[in-house]
């Protein structure tokens, strides 16, 4: 029988070459992290690269046959992706009496528009370029008057169209008083290559970093302009198509805080690569002392807004964001 020996009360544990088995489980375990922390970079380069190529290819080509190659392909691929199945059930909520068949005339159309978006998004430059007449702007006017106001003032939209082209048309009408936020994308090569794009724009990143920008901008008197009708889990309840949806009220807030209106721009996709960028009236916010009861008062005007547009044009609006609660 084997000898059994008895391990005194300060014994260690040690491997065969008597270094601690703690040592040798800590490099294990540090290997393991650094070989994912390895596997992560590369799986975010190789995403970047087919960033890069697509946009290559989409540059390379002329603004409408990229453009139509786009939308062919977002209507071949887009409804057969299971995320289709929220654009449809969140249809089916906003507009029940809409047919099936309409919601799938819907959902397609909202997939060419989307493929368009994707392929526009290298020639957005040029599209927006006032030389390429490719972009309408109504009321033009507006904006110069409330930039010789001299007031902050928020401008506001929503994912409809190529949602880029409000803002890239935006900025070159008020120049770097306009301060624009944006969502970061997770992957920062990739979001390096997107913002190459768009260098010419003032722009931060959401986040608590950029909120200070933000504040900072608008205290020296700049205006900023931010999309608005995505889903905000720490928001507040506000109507939207007959229903409560989560909705991030900071343009309420800070429009409140300082004392400047909020100016509705909407976006329409005509035809292929035109558009018309409609400069709306702007929304004077009403403060009675009360903040939530205020805020939530301007942020069921924002979200009223933005369902006439999407009523209007409801395929160019981008379907697939978790907008309601299940």
């Given at each position: 029988?084997?000898?059994?020996?008895?391990?005194?009360?300060?014994?260690?544990?040690?491997?065969?070459?008597?270094?601690?088995?703690?040592?040798?489980?800590a490099n294990k375990s540090g290997w393991i992290v650094g070989f994912r922390r390895v596997l992560h970079q590369a799986s975010q380069l190789s995403e970047a690269a087919v960033v890069l190529a697509v946009m290559m290819t989409f540059a390379c080509l002329p603004i409408d046959w990229a453009s139509a190659l786009g939308?062919?392909?977002?209507?071949?691929?887009?409804?057969?992706?299971?995320?289709?199945?929220?654009a449809l059930g969140n249809l089916m909520r906003a507009m029940p009496e809409n047919s099936d068949g309409e919601n799938?005339?819907?959902?397609?159309?909202?997939?060419?528009?989307?493929?368009?978006?994707?392929?526009?998004?290298?020639?957005?430059?040029?599209?927006?370029?006032?030389?390429?007449?490719?972009?309408?702007?109504?009321?033009?006017?507006?904006?110069?008057?409330l930039l010789s106001a001299?007031?902050?003032?928020?401008?506001?939209?929503?994912?409809?169209?190529?949602?880029?082209?409000?803002?890239?048309?935006?900025?070159?009408?008020?120049?770097?008083?306009?301060l624009s936020v944006y969502r970061a994308a997770n992957n920062r090569w990739v979001d390096g290559l997107l913002r190459r794009r768009l260098r010419a724009r003032c722009a931060v990143a959401k986040g608590a970093a950029g909120g200070r920008d933000l504040l900072r901008h608008l205290r020296r008197g700049g205006h900023v302009a931010m999309l608005v009708d995505q889903k905000q889990n720490d928001g507040i309840a506000v109507p939207f198509f007959g229903r409560d949806a989560m909705t991030a009220p900071a343009i309420a807030r800070i429009g409140l805080r300082f004392g400047c209106?909020?100016?509705?721009?909407?976006?329409?996709?005509?035809?292929?690569a035109r558009f018309r960028v409609t400069i709306m009236p702007a929304l004077d916010l009403a403060a009675t002392g009360n903040g939530a009861v205020d805020v939530l008062a301007g942020m069921t005007r924002v979200n009223a807004l933005i369902e006439d547009w999407i009523r209007a044009r409801p395929e160019q609006w981008l379907w697939l964001h978790r907008r309601w609660p299940q």
């Open positions: 029988m084997a000898a059994h020996h008895r391990r005194g009360p300060h014994a260690r544990d040690t491997d065969d070459k008597g270094a601690p088995l703690s040592f040798r489980y939308g062919y392909i977002g209507r071949l691929i887009g409804p057969r992706l299971g995320v289709s199945r929220r799938r005339r819907i959902l397609c159309g909202m997939w060419d528009n989307l493929g368009r978006s994707v392929a526009e998004y290298p020639h957005l430059g040029r599209i927006c370029g006032e030389e390429c007449h490719r972009v309408e702007i109504v009321n033009v006017a507006a904006v110069q008057e001299g007031r902050p003032v928020i401008v506001f939209g929503g994912h409809f169209a190529n949602w880029e082209i409000g803002p890239t048309t935006i900025h070159r009408l008020m120049g770097p008083s306009l209106p909020l100016l509705p721009i909407a976006v329409e996709r005509l035809s292929g």
